[in-house]
């Protein structure tokens, strides 16, 4: 039996952390099922998962439907686009059966991306093959206003996007996966066409298809900074996010001065891919007003440790000093009210 192969590939870089990676992986469920209850779906294709954040990773090879298994998906710093699709080239090459002049292979590789942001590697020559690519249809989902449609309009010349990376925009799009799987499956099944019949795409105010007519937004940039923290008291880790807030502070008036980030939620994480050499944005601890508690212990402070790395700590006041111990490195050591340097990642 021909195949027709589904490649997945999601962006699992830090800012779809909270509700755009929940959804995502309800979506990943949802899929799962609808395509179960199909029929020619069920007989024919079969699912790959590439997540790419801090490094782009298979994490479930070409499987059928019955023997497919969600998997969990783990964060990263950085949005490894272009490893991603070195990557599925490798793996596709490898797990796609190619016709010969005894053999039909398998149908063409139907291949949905999704992403929340721009890349933070080296994507161009990637994505020139990719268009330039007629043994495989590639779909790229933009989510949310950090897209940047050049990018994938690079890629491929079949683009949506959606305002908003929330529940209701990838819930949309993971049923038109569906959909439009189904669709292919009965496509290739009646007629062994080339050419993949896709489910028609329902437009709305937040959700649209992409053309030439189609302006680029503004992208505002270094829009979040993350810190990468551990609890003091039971060392586990969590995601703490800053979003800039409008203002400024410094500079005359506070013109020309730096942009202030305020607290946009604590998110504890049970696996994180630590971020590589090559980090995002750092900025100072004075741009970053109010944040949120600890969401173990409810600390209000962080602190960073000589080791560079950052935890929680009780709030500590200007002149006074406090003994704790850090829960990446065991080091004891004391801590003082001061600003530095924090931040990273990206994506």
């Not at 952390?17 to 929940?22: A, D, K, S, T």
């Not at 437009?203 to 298809?209: C, G």
């Not at 601890?285 to 409810?298: I, K, R, S």
């Not at 560079?308 to 065991?330: D, E, R, S, Y």
Request: glycine share 10%; with cysteine.
């Amino acid at each position: 039996m021909r195949k027709l192969p589904i490649y997945i590939l999601l962006d699992t870089s830090e800012s779809m952390v909270g509700e755009p990676i929940q959804a995502v992986e309800q979506g990943l469920v949802t899929l799962l099922s609808a395509l179960r209850k199909d029929p020619y779906a069920l007989e024919m294709a079969h699912l790959s998962v590439i997540t790419f954040g801090t490094a782009a990773k298979q994490a479930v090879p070409l499987t059928e439907l019955s023997q497919f298994q969600t998997p969990k998906l783990i964060l990263g710093s950085g949005t490894s686009l272009g490893a991603a699709l070195e990557l599925l080239e490798k793996r596709i090459a490898a797990e796609v059966t190619k016709s010969t002049a005894e053999v039909k292979g398998d149908y063409k590789p139907l291949v949905f991306l999704m992403t929340d942001g721009e890349p933070t590697d080296r994507w161009e020559s990637a994505a020139d093959r990719m268009m330039k690519n007629r043994s495989l249809q590639l779909v790229a989902i933009g989510c949310g206003q950090d897209t940047n449609l050049n990018t994938l309009r690079r890629i491929t010349e079949l683009v949506i996007c959606g305002t908003e990376a929330n529940q209701e925009t990838l819930t949309k799009f993971f049923k038109w996966v569906s959909a439009s799987v189904a669709t292919a499956s009965q496509s290739v099944d009646k007629t062994g066409e080339s050419r993949i019949t896709l489910e028609k795409f329902p437009q709305d105010d937040a959700i649209k298809v992409v053309d030439e007519t189609t302006s680029q937004p503004k992208i505002e940039p270094n829009r979040f900074v993350f810190l990468h923290n551990k609890c003091v008291k039971n060392k586990k880790f969590y995601l703490q996010k800053f979003a800039k807030s409008g203002s400024k502070t410094g500079g005359f008036l506070g013109l020309g001065g730096k942009e202030v980030y305020k607290g946009a939620g604590t998110f504890p994480l049970d696996d994180f891919e630590q971020p590589g050499a090559d980090g995002g944005i750092s900025v100072s601890t004075d741009v970053l007003g109010e944040g949120n508690p600890c969401p173990y212990c409810g600390n209000e402070g962080w602190a960073m440790c000589s080791c560079g790395k950052t935890h929680c700590t009780p709030a500590v006041k200007q002149g006074q000093t406090i003994t704790l111990t850090c829960p990446w490195c065991n080091t004891t050591d004391t801590y003082a009210s001061s600003n530095f340097s924090v931040g990273g990642g990206g994506g």
